[in-house]
């Protein structure tokens, strides 16, 4: 690090007070500033920050949107999914490596572009679509690629490193930068008449263990998929001791195939600040945290202003809508690329500035989660349906679902259907509704909750949307007649494999050994031994794994063994023993550097 | 001040428990031996490894990591656990590379051990040969990090034992790695082969110079008697 730079460093670690729990914003303010994270800046931030060297890498080196070394100044990330694969990324990629003259994974020579892929960006009803220096890009055809890149390298353009989190004015002189409205029916939750903090002003007139009691009656359950009744979080955080209690807001909405809470904070952010208002005063929270993902930094200054035009309504800050004694703010934390912070306690250590490996429970957040106070972690989505329930009733909400699934659920639908997009229905609907409505008659099987969730085949089409039957996210992919089933088992395992934090065995190497059997499967070289081994490992990686996304990372596999067994035999081996490696992929190095095939063996 | 005591059930066998213990503490004091690999006694339990997974009242949890309750009905030495258990030991041997017969550490070595004492035979996943550089760079250690099975212990020693963090991680998933704290390597950090982050290693990432091979092979720890043996002791010890 040059002289000049140490200044800069100290003065981005004063900015954030010297405090070591925001060193996610000062690793991305530093990298903002000089493009990467160098060991002398990792010196520098230890010693301000009271920390070790090795500490500080140990942070930087987890998130994928960190960089320890000189990358290009334009980033490029294109978004790997199953779904952004059918709709053609892989061309896409290969145009950029075309007029960029480099290999996705690469740095231009003349430093200005890197072209990545990265997992999903939640834009599945838009694929193709890529992350610009932090900008969205849509449904995007090889023709754009050059005219992408010739944007980026207009005059003016050169030298600096564009802002980050970056200008919509900076998105708009991209090709393609436009996205459209992803919400296509919508229901009792996001119809009108909304009106700015009703469910807030509502909340007031209550005390907060009304609003608890109220949101209790109401029966609403975690949106995020996992289902865990938010009137006992709630009361369980609110009666926890402490000196202080926080709401945490999960926007870290990453499960490849789910895009509701971006068109939640793009279009509704009003809504999801009141349900955070409100929480917070049911809670007794001064402090609010939305934990907005990296990958959706382009909201950043839209969110922003709404919280400053909040502030100055009196919306947030010391006595809440004029109620004494309710001081309430809101602080955004944007991650940096990790899938593993959307489980609540990997969460709350990135929130605290560490690794976002996951906690051991107990202790449970309710009792010692953000800097050890007790913190209730809500989906963007249960926090919305929070706001309307205080502002309209339980009996209201209740009204709509099942008995055991009250309200409505976002379902956010990609892949093979006519109208891929956002459609908030009633809990109780089947997954044969949900189709019909979005245009997809001849589904062949439905990724359903996400790579978490499951494989659902036609014969369960049948079965209800809701937590007593099948319960989700939201993440709904469909896959037509001409998809290759066990080929997406395995780029959803791959998928894993990216994502895994590494922190236990099972899930760190496992992850791994999955995707490497289902190579073998995919490729027609497993015996049958081989697939039953490859189903014993994932049941272990399933049973022996630390958090959700361990236990959860087989479902792919598992799965669609389980629902399309015949599809397995069809690519099974039909010898006894396949070598893991052929000899041909073996030798391919040597093949290729002394450019001929070997001999064929004599007869 | 007595601590309160209570009881639970590991595979049938009543154990005596006090407030503040985890399960595989008490159960090691019972003399109830739970297999793990990254837990130490002396050490915070990160839970890492989760070899020591039991079925807690029904739910598979980490008995390092588990407060021990009245009540809780355990399952430990079931053949579902112990097949998912050394599937985990044979991760870690592909994930690595571990040169048993002529590594330092060879009868010494709890990942070893492990693999004897739960029926690993060889490996039947696939090696992964992984490249992982060797730091000689201190006076009197090395660091073979090909041996690493990322267990924490020497992170948590160095840091709440010595006040030193040397150690970190760095990287996630499959790429992670054992780091030390200078860009130089461990003969610029504040290690010194007295210290307790020296000595905790399971397995021959941590190796203290010019001391290899003195105990010959044949008289190591594990040779004579399987890993997990001296826990048991105590039971038979104490109930004969």
Known sequence: MTATRKPAV????????????????????????????????????????????????????????????PRGRNRIRLSKTPVSFMKGAKAVAQAFEQVLGIRIGETSADGAFTLQWTSDIGLADQEPAALVNGMVLTELTPA??????????????????????????????????????????????????????????????????AVIEEITSSKLRGRGGAGFPTGMKWRLTRKATGADHYIACNADEGEPGTFKDRVLLSEFPDLVFDGMTVAGYALGARNGLLYLRGEYAYMWDDLQRVLDDRRAHGLLGAGVCGKDGF???????????????????????????????????????????????????????TLVCAARIIEKGAAWFAGFGTKQSTGTKLMCVSGDCQRPGVYETPFG?????????????????VQFSGPSGQAV?????????????????????????????????????????????????????????LKQGMEKIVAGRATLA?????????????????????????????????????????????TAFEPLVSLHDALREAVEIQGREPMPREA | MVAETFHFTVDGIEIEASEGQSVIQACD??????????????????????????????????????????????????????????????MLFVEGNHPCPYCVASGDCELQALGYRLGMVAPTQPYQWPNRKIDASHPDIYLDRDRCILCARCIDASRMEDGKTVFGFEGR????????????????????????????????????????????????????????????????GRKP
Not at chain 1, 546 to 558: D, E, K, S, V, W
């Open chain 2, 29 to 90: 004091d019972a003399g109830i031996y739970i297999p793990r690999l990254c837990y130490h006694p002396d050490l915070e339990p990160s839970g890492t490894c989760r070899v020591c997974t039991c079925k807690i009242s029904g739910r598979n949890s980490a008995a390092c990591v588990t407060p021990a309750a009245h009540g809780m009905v355990i399952e430990n030495d079931t053949p579902l656990l112990t097949a998912d258990r050394r599937r985990l030991i044979e």
């Open chain 1, 10 to 69: 100290d003065g981005v670690i004063q900015e954030f007070g010297a405090n070591k729990t925001r060193l996610m914003d000062i690793v991305m303010a530093v990298q903002q500033r000089f493009g990467h994270i160098d060991d002398d800046a990792m010196q520098t931030m230890a010693t301000g920050l009271g920390m070790h060297r090795v500490e500080i890498e140990d942070m930087v080196s987890f998130y994928a949107f960190f960089d320890r070394r």
């Open chain 1, 327 to 381: 001081d309430f703010d809101i602080r955004i934390q944007l991650g940096a690329g990790a899938y593993i912070c959307g489980e609540e306690s990997s969460l709350l250590e990135s929130l605290e500035g560490k690794r976002g490996s996951p906690r051991d429970r107990p202790p449970f957040p309710t009792e010692r989660g953000y800097l050890g106070q007790p913190t209730a972690i809500d989906n963007v989505e």
């Open chain 1, 530 to 574: 081989d697939v039953a081994a490859t189903e014993d490992l994932a049941n272990t990686v399933a049973r022996m794994s630390r958090c959700g996304l361990g236990q959860t990372a087989p479902n792919p596999i598992l799965t669609t063994m389980r629902n399309f067994p015949e599809l397995y035999e069809a690519r099974l081996a039909p």
């Open chain 1, 457 to 513: 085949a036609p014969k369960d089409f049948g079965r209800q949307i809701a937590y007593e039957d099948l319960s989700t996210g939201g993440s709904t992919m469909i896959f037509g007649p001409q998809r290759d089933v066990l080929d997406i088992a395995l780029q959803l395992a791959d998928f894993f494999v990216d994502e895994s934090c590494g922190w236990c065995a099972p899930c760190r190497v496992g992850t791994t050994l």
């Open chain 2, 173 to 236: 998933g499959i790429a992670m790695r054992l780091n030390v704290d200078a860009a130089g390597g461990l003969g610029d950090t504040q290690m010194a082969a007295i210290d307790k982050a020296a000595s905790v290693c399971p397995v021959a990432c941590i190796v203290i110079k010019r001391e290899s091979y003195q105990v010959p092979n044949g008289e190591r720890r594990f040779d004579k008697t399987p890993i997990g043996s001296d826990i048991e002791a105590r039971r038979a």
């Open chain 1, 144 to 209: 754009d690629a050059p005219l992408i890149v010739a944007a980026l390298r207009q005059p003016g353009n050169t030298g600096d490193l564009p802002p980050y989190p970056p200008h919509a004015a900076e998105a708009a002189r991209l090709p393609k930068s436009t996205t459209r409205s992803s919400l296509i029916q919508t229901g009792p939750l996001l119809s009108g008449p909304l009106v700015r903090a009703a469910g807030i002003k509502a909340a007031l007139t209550l005390t907060p263990e």
């Open chain 1, 429 to 445: 609907i089947t997954i044969n509704a949900l189709l019909d409505l979005v245009g997809a008659p001849d589904a062949q099987y």
